[in-house]
């Protein structure tokens, strides 16, 4: 079987063109405010509804009023920064591909070709579902992540319940099933690039895991692709930005869909990104 080498995959999405019948200005990726969830049953069926509808239409959308205080998405923003600001020498002691470890950083700019289309520093963790020890984690980020994962994973059950309830099936299906025991995260921190149309921040993919909920800054760069268009996951002040994974399309049947999506490399900069990924345990932090 003959396959694109990486490349050629990023000028393809470097060139992808958008049909003259449409434009990815059309579009704007759905919006929903989850203050009502918990208040009455119309306005959770009424979240519930537009819940389906962003799954099947979209494979994504974004949340408002989701109980993640601002403090909390401020502090690992900051965090993010503050490791990927240390000295080189600091995060090389952290440089590893052995996914085994706790915390792996992770350089494109060192160690791969930029041409793939990887324009960032990265670095992840598993959070779940065994905590990490703190004290492998680094000094710089260490509570922010510990504090945001919480967070996340109180997020990521209300979510699965109302998934659960739009497909008709009891609110704990999802949970019960064990789409929350697993959680990655991923810190991307990606500079000002000179060259933006040359490379991409991150290239065209789908991600591999239930839902993947999403904090992004104010400076954008994320793209879904919809009815052939990029379209601009536009940063809201305070949202988080959620997407279905290939494992709720495959438990779907194809009903919701995992979307391909891709960051543009920007002048702007440095962009950060914290994606928090619900995926099957892999158990790395236990001490078994």
Known sequence: MVSKNSNDETKDDLGDKKPSSVSASDFSIPLIDFAGVHEDKISRKRVVE??????????????INHDVPSTVLEEIRDGVVRFHEEDPEVKKAYFSRDFTKTFNYLNSFEREDLSVGKWRESFACYMAPDLPNPEELPVACRDAMIGYSDHVKRLGGLIFELISEALGLSPETLNRLDCTKGLQMICHYYPPCPQPDLTLGTRKHTDNTFITILLQDQIGGLQVLHQDCWVDVTPIPG??????????????????????????????????SVACFFCYPMNLNSAA
């Open 50 to 63: 537009m819940i389906k509808e962003a799954a099947e239409k979209w494979g994504i959308f974004q949340v």
């Open 239 to 272: 949202a988080l930005v959620i997407n279905v994974g290939d494992f709720l399309q495959m438990m779907t049947n194809n009903k919701y869909i995992s979307v391909n999506h891709r960051v543009i490399a920007n002048r702007v900069g440095p962009r950060i």
